[in-house]
């Protein structure tokens, strides 16, 4: 083609634009220049996430239990749980706790829960209560648990199993509430006493979702300026009523999540937590700066039951009137404000 224009007489040559490359000097488009800039800083940050995962010193090598590809996973020493069991600011127990079912999706979310813990250094005990499991299903849970989670990463990484909750309004969910509880009420750690306390009251729950990546390590202590975020309203209120920022008998934390918002105002309280409950006195202002709770929830064992036991008593009444995914988080809000907890 390029010979055959050249064989053109002077006359018939085609007229080309000129060459802006030549005659006018492209400008640069600043814009996509720094978008440029965005997705390889992205596309750095992702590898250098990745590398920080995946290498941390000497690892041992296993093998799952269906013959797959071999796992790399961090070693341990033996003396683990000797490690920090406590909160170094108020010297209580800490429990981490994170509630699945039996499936195989949140069978590898747990190893990968596990594993962000062991890497973060992650204090206290954690534990997967695990819901719903058969008999056979169980079995192999606790011998992959035992084999792979408890003797390689550490013997504080624990599991509990609790029965099935989902089958009384088909929702899977409910094992977080009412998974809860029944580790409150039955773990070694835990169990209650004659006058229907738990019997270690000042330990320090903490309550995540089995989707969570533990990137540092999450105690009792929010004081820390330069590690907590607080929307500058919300710090403004909770000066203004002199709230700690350490989880305490009565004082929760948690992780704003506006996902569902002040909606649980719309919802017949009347029916779900009955006509005289301090629910129904919590205004449009208050709902919204103060009760768009989301995970991780941070309290003591002893408001932690309290809680459990109303967040199972609303969670099925909640669920009828507002049967959707995070049914569950909506459920928690209201317990907050029927009992001792700010």
Not at 15 to 30: G, I, R, S
Not at 136 to 162: A, G, K, L, N, P
Request: proline fraction near 8%.
């Amino acid at each position: 083609m390029l010979r055959r224009l050249h064989q053109l007489p002077e006359h018939s040559s085609p007229k080309l634009p000129p060459n802006d490359l030549t005659e006018d000097k492209v400008k640069p488009n600043p814009s996509k220049i720094k978008n440029g800039y965005y997705l390889m800083s992205i596309i750095s940050l992702t590898w250098i996430f990745t590398l920080f995962i995946l290498y941390d010193g000497p690892a041992i090598t296993i093998r799952n239990s269906e013959g797959g590809v071999n796992v790399p996973v961090q070693h341990h020493p033996a003396n683990d749980v000797q490690m920090k069991l406590i909160s170094p600011t108020t010297n209580a127990t800490i429990h981490v706790l994170f509630s699945t079912d039996c499936s195989p999706f949140q069978h590898w979310q747990s190893y990968l829960f596990f594993y962000s813990a062991s890497r973060a250094k992650q204090p206290g005990y954690v534990t997967r209560i695990a819901s719903g499991c058969n008999e056979s299903q169980q079995i192999e849970e606790e011998r992959w648990h035992e084999t792979h989670i408890r003797r390689v990463m550490s013997d504080r990484f624990r599991i509990h199993f609790t029965p099935s909750y989902s089958g009384a309004k088909d929702y899977k969910f409910f094992n977080k509430p009412f998974g809860l509880k029944h580790f409150l009420e039955h773990s070694d750690f835990m169990g209650l006493t004659e006058s229907g306390d738990v019997k270690d009251p000042s330990s320090i729950i903490i309550l995540c979702d089995p989707d969570f990546l533990i990137l540092r390590p999450i105690t009792d202590d929010f004081t820390n300026e330069r590690e907590t975020i607080i929307n500058p309203k919300r710090k403004k209120a909770f000066i203004g009523k002199n709230a700690p920022l350490i989880a305490k008998n009565g004082y929760m934390v948690s992780q704003t999540w506006e996902g569902l918002g002040s909606k649980w105002r719309t919802f017949n309280l009347n029916k779900i937590v009955g006509a005289d409950s301090p629910a129904k006195l919590v205004d449009q202002t208050d709902a919204q700066l103060f009760y768009p709770a989301g995970p991780p929830y941070i309290g003591t064992a002893r408001d932690m039951y309290r809680i459990a036991v109303k967040w199972t008593d609303f969670a099925i009444p909640v669920y009828e009137e507002y049967p959707k995914i995070h049914a569950e988080m909506c459920k928690c809000i209201r317990p907050l404000q029927v009992n001792t907890c700010s």
